[in-house]
């Protein structure tokens, strides 16, 4: 903004619209304050030293000025962005519930009527403030009554600027919108519109326009719809009783209300029917507007499907999300990468490795099917090269796991005779070389405040935190196979706990130290909650089931805090301590390999680049390296 250029124009129009003279000069008083405010920081107009130059106004001046001088100063940036100042903004002696068009003001007084009932006298002159505002814009955009609303003004009206704080057009929002549904509940306009308006759910809702080309092309062709939008909404309520029947309070409940809501406005505005691959496609689209709580929101989506699908839910079950990418590739693709898999499972690979395959696979067969590849015998190391050029993975290790899966497609195409050339996989670059790391163990004195907090703290969470740490610690069990404990995995008599590990599905006997089978008794006896599942471990809130890996991190981050801070810094720093502490007490190789379930030396010789101690020992002495000391130093 020129400063002073925009009060001129402002001072212009005010003698063009016969302003009275004390309210110019009271804009000229406003202006040369701001100036000078500007000046003496020596620099320009901006939003930060509007706030700050209010903040000490208001220390100086009487209120009622200080509210009239914030409004000429959202004139000043009306002019500025526009061009002019509208008259509801301009004219600050009339109230906006003057300036409504009598159509609006009879609306706004039949909503005022049945508010009076609820509210008191003063109370009342808020909605009449905000309602009068919000009205005043969507007047401006053509829509003159409350039967002309449609979800493009409401919309126009979200995006408007307002020349207001961020507070004030929220309170203009939500009035707007309690007297749309109130209009809403009478018949006279949707009241889907009313939900729009909330802040907290219009940023979920989305936009086609906005979605990849090859999601919209999805869109296009799913037809056999289950349900109406409507006939989805009403699902919604009967839905959120059935989570309370299982035992789900509070958080997941108005998390799954929003979510749901925020999908049938999107249903509702670009008239779709529900469908599980539309409600998947938009989950993907949006997925990034929950921040952290989009893992929750796939929770409850996928809670939904399974409610629409079979009548219940599966709180405890494996979801494949998104289907559609697979099941969209043609034959000859799909044909080739269940092939691979089926490989992979014949390997015993982690069902999470099998998962990451087929989706970096399917990336890459979905790229040749968009190039107009028809058969992987077309394929080149041209191609190749072009899909890794192409990878939209952000991070170095995405791309670099990415590319492993698909080295590994490509030799499997060529070993099964789907490709003729059988030299691809090196046309696709490799990640960095290996590098090898210092391991990182807890210290001694963490150990110490893990003991300390298992004497002073005995609240059931506290009970279960300190005995998955110390299962972790002292026997070096990897989080999930710690979640995964189940009462016949332990033999209390002979005091030890065999289990068979997720990751190398090797199974193990180990024994049970007296302090981590005393924590794990103090933790079922006193901080469990009383119920018939057969894991140890397990929610301390209904519904009482399995709990996930990040539970562990957790509990290690709530006895030792400082560990948020460490880069991957998680559980297994607690596996990695067993380890290092085995070797400094002397153990052998073939001992750590046991006891921490092993096949390869290799695993277990990193912990050895740590231990300084034992490091050094294994140096050669200069008599056996041929060096000979004679003589001394000169």
């Avoid at 003159?144 to 207001?164: E, F, P, Q, R, S």
């Avoid at 909330?198 to 990849?212: A, D, N, T």
């Avoid at 490989?343 to 395959?357: A, H, P």
């Amino acid at each position: 903004m020129n400063y002073n250029e925009t009060v001129e124009k402002v001072m212009v129009l005010l003698k063009e619209k016969e302003v009275c003279s004390s309210s110019q000069k009271s804009h000229r008083d406003c202006y040369e304050s701001l100036g000078l405010f500007i000046k003496q920081r020596d620099g320009s107009y901006s939003e930060a030293i509007r706030e700050s130059w209010l903040t000490e106004i208001k220390n100086e001046l009487p209120q009622q000025r200080c509210a009239v001088w914030v409004q000429y100063v959202y004139q000043l940036e009306e002019m500025d962005f526009t061009g002019t100042i509208s008259d509801r903004r301009l004219y600050l002696n009339r109230s906006n519930y003057d300036k409504l068009p009598a159509l609006w003001r009879k609306d706004l007084d039949v909503y005022l009527a049945d508010c009076s009932s609820r509210y008191t006298a003063r109370t009342l002159e808020l909605p009449r403030i905000y309602c009068s505002e919000g009205l005043l814009f969507l007047d401006d955009i053509g829509v003159h009554a409350i039967a002309d609303i449609t979800y493009d003004a409401v919309i126009k009206l979200i995006g408007a600027k307002m020349y207001c704080s961020d507070d004030t057009k929220a309170m203009i929002l939500n009035n707007t919108a309690r007297m749309i549904r109130f209009y809403g509940e009478k018949g006279l306009c949707p009241m889907n519109y009313s939900l729009v308006l909330k802040c907290q759910i219009y940023p979920h809702i989305g936009s086609v326009s906005e979605f990849s080309a090859e999601n919209r092309r999805v869109l296009d062709k799913i037809t056999d719809v289950t349900l109406s939008a409507d006939e989805f909404h009403k699902t919604i309520t009967p839905f959120i009783e059935f989570l309370e029947t299982h035992g789900y309070v509070g958080t997941t409940l108005n998390l799954a209300r929003h979510a749901l809501t925020a999908l049938y406005l999107f249903l509702d505005m670009h008239y779709f029917g529900f469908h599980q691959d539309i409600m998947w496609i938009w989950f993907a689209e949006i997925n990034r507007t929950p921040g952290h709580s989009w893992r929750h929101w796939r929770r409850v989506l996928k809670f939904y499907e399974d409610y629409t699908l079979t009548g219940d839910i599966h709180p405890d079950g494996k979801y494949k999300y998104n289907p559609i990418m697979f099941d969209e590739l043609p034959s000859w693709c799909r044909e080739a990468i269940s092939g691979l898999l089926d490989q992979k499972k014949r390997e015993f690979r982690d069902v999470g490795t099998i998962k990451s395959y087929r989706c970096s696979c399917t990336r890459f067969c979905r790229f040749l099917v968009g190039h107009g590849y028809e058969s992987f015998n077309q394929l080149s190391p041209t191609i190749i090269k072009e899909f890794s050029r192409y990878d939209e993975h952000t991070t170095f290790q995405g791309r670099s796991g990415c590319f492993v899966a698909v080295r590994a497609f490509l030799r499997y195409l060529a070993e099964k005779g789907y490709a003729d050339n059988h030299s691809l996989d090196v046309c696709l670059m490799s990640g960095a070389a290996p590098q090898d790391k210092i391991i990182d163990v807890l210290s001694d004195e963490q150990l110490q405040r893990i003991d300390t907090f298992r004497a002073e703290h005995n609240e059931p969470i506290e009970l279960r935190d300190i005995a998955i740490v110390l299962l972790g610690v002292r026997m070096g069990l990897r989080a999930y196979d710690i979640l995964a404990l189940r009462f016949q995995d332990i033999d209390w008599k002979n005091r030890q706990i065999s289990i068979v590990m997720k990751k190398t599905k090797t199974q193990i006997t180990l024994p049970l130290p007296v302090e981590v089978g005393n924590a794990v008794y103090s933790y079922i006896t006193s901080g469990r909650p009383k119920t018939g599942t057969e894991y140890i471990f397990i929610r301390s809130k209904a519904p009482y089931g399995k709990l996930t890996g990040k539970v562990c991190t957790k509990a290690l981050y709530r006895i030792l805090p400082e560990r948020k801070d460490v880069k991957g810094g998680g559980f297994h720093v607690t596996r990695r301590t067993f380890a290092t502490n085995l070797l400094r007490n002397h153990a052998g190789i073939d001992d750590v390999m046991d006891a921490l379930g092993h096949r390869d030396p290799t695993s277990v010789m990193k912990y050895l680049l740590l231990d300084d101690e034992r490091s050094r020992k294994c140096g050669l002495s200069l008599d056996r390296a041929g060096i000979l000391m004679e003589g001394g130093l000169a």
